[in-house]
């Protein structure tokens, strides 16, 4: 089993920028599939993005704007999210390929 702690939400603009953050508290070297989740109130959560070794693959709504990444030296994975849009407000999650989840990281972009 492995303890996932994200950090990085907060409050952006429309058009802005955040980079969240998924770190592990064992090396995830060996973790071969790592992903990022969301779910906004009253909807299911949905599956964002994943890095699969280093290739990665992205929701529709998320392509072009946010970009999965690990560093397996710092057992952490990063979501780079740009043009964030107001219906990108959720709480994000990381998920790894033998089922660990994260509490979670509030995202919230609003004028």
């Known amino acids: 089993q492995v303890q996932l702690v994200e950090s990085g939400g907060g409050l952006v603009q429309p058009g802005g920028s955040l980079r969240l953050s998924c770190a592990a508290s064992?090396?995830?070297?060996?973790?071969?599939?790592m992903d990022w989740y969301r779910q906004a109130p009253g909807k299911q959560r949905e599956l964002v993005a994943q890095?699969?070794?280093?290739?990665?693959n992205y929701a529709d709504s998320v392509k072009g704007r946010f970009t999965i990444s690990r560093d397996n030296a710092k057992n952490t994975v990063y979501l780079q999210m740009n043009s964030l849009k107001s219906d990108d407000t959720a709480v994000y999650y990381c998920?790894?390929?033998?089922?660990?989840w994260g509490q979670g990281t509030q995202v919230t972009v609003s004028s």
């Open positions: 998920h790894t390929a033998g089922g660990d």
């Open positions: 064992r090396n995830i070297f060996r973790i071969y599939r």
């Open positions: 890095i699969i070794s280093h290739t990665t």
